[in-house]
């Protein structure tokens, strides 16, 4: 394989002539001239894409960055609001997470982001990647970021056969051994592109790719295998119960424990699937009107989706107009269930601006 140094300057070489324009991204020609990265937009974007799509987090961005601009007016938004504007993204612990490293921010730091690694980690949700991607992106400094793309650039690069996630501790070191100590911000988002734009899972352009004269797996003819993977065991599937309670005009809902699944979102009040809720929420007629089916990350969810008009008082939840109700501050199950109600039963207003 080729000198480190040789490899880096090849890849920044040719991110200073693709890279890709991102709300969030300071580009190699802005940054060459002095423009810095803002460390807030930095590591909100990082939040976001973890376990997400570029294309799937840039509404959401340009969302919050113009209703928060700053981590001081982040810190400042009330919970509910947050996870609101944050349904849909999934993995709702993330926006849990994001509220309570803002504040620290704010409280423990004056409203500036830590400057180093060590520092970015003791903020609240910031793990090993994220602190790393900061540190590189806002701050160039010499970090190393590790994504699945870098992984299975490093991977096909230095040819490692070991099965992921077992091969992980071996890439990350290959992948430090080639991080340069000039330009790494620019290193770090030039990796991750060549990852995401040409060294891609399925059918990788390897002739377009500055590093294809070095890659092992290349020269090999195993560049499509790799990286290996260790098989995931079956998903199990839980099956549930969504009861939607009405009454002239209102809906019956209520917010979710700020622990365990969808912590903190509002919901249609649910059965036991998942560790949480119990009985429906009040004696009714109830009317089974069919099921809603998602996936999450250690299951697929079943949930029989009942519907009612409500006469009585509820033993749990609270009415909420219809007019003041927006079904995109629900999680996407939640919505899925809203979205089967709302076409079926007439009896439940609906507003188009709101559905």
Not at 159 to 176: D, G, I, M, N, S
Not at 207 to 230: H, M, N, Y
Not at 290 to 309: K, M, Y
Request: charged share 25%.
């Amino acid at each position: 394989m080729d000198a480190p140094e040789s490899l880096s300057s090849r890849l920044l070489h040719w991110y200073d002539a693709h890279a890709r324009v991102m709300p969030w991204r300071v580009g190699p020609r802005d940054r060459a001239s002095g423009i810095r990265p803002d460390p807030y937009r930095v590591w909100l974007s990082e939040v976001m894409l973890q376990q997400t799509t570029v294309a799937a987090v840039k509404d959401y961005f340009h969302r919050f960055t113009a209703r928060w601009p700053t981590v001081i007016a982040l810190a400042a938004a009330e919970d509910a609001q947050v996870m609101g504007e944050w349904a849909g993204l999934g993995y709702y612990a993330r926006a849990r997470n994001l509220l309570k490293c803002a504040r620290t921010v704010v409280e423990d730091h004056g409203g500036r982001f830590p400057t180093t690694r060590e520092g970015l980690l003791t903020l609240p949700g910031v793990g090993p990647y994220t602190a790393s991607a900061i540190a590189a992106i806002a701050y160039d400094q010499p970090a190393t970021v590790v994504d699945g793309n870098v992984e299975r650039v490093i991977a096909r690069l230095c040819r490692v056969e070991a099965p992921l996630p077992a091969a992980k501790p071996e890439l990350t070191a290959l992948a430090a051994s080639l991080t340069p100590t000039q330009r790494p911000g620019d290193y770090a988002q030039a990796i991750m592109d060549l990852g995401a734009t040409i060294c891609t899972p399925r059918s990788p352009a390897c002739g377009l790719c500055p590093w294809s004269p070095a890659c092992r797996a290349r020269v090999a003819g195993v560049q499509a295998d790799l990286p290996r993977k260790t098989p995931k065991p079956e998903k199990p599937t839980r099956r549930g119960t969504l009861w939607l309670g009405h009454r002239d005009g209102e809906i019956l809902l209520e917010r979710r424990p700020d622990r365990g699944l969808l912590g903190g979102m509002l919901g249609i009040p649910g059965d036991g699937w998942d560790g949480q809720g119990g009985p429906a929420p009040a004696d009714a007629d109830w009317q089974d009107i069919g099921e809603v089916r998602h996936t999450f990350t250690h299951f697929h969810l079943i949930l029989a989706v009942h519907v009612a008009r409500l006469d009585t008082s509820p033993s749990r939840g609270e009415f909420i107009p219809r007019d003041q109700f927006r079904p995109a501050d629900l999680p996407t199950v939640m919505r899925k269930a809203w979205d089967l109600a709302r076409h079926q039963v007439r009896v439940l207003p609906a507003t188009s601006t709101q559905d």
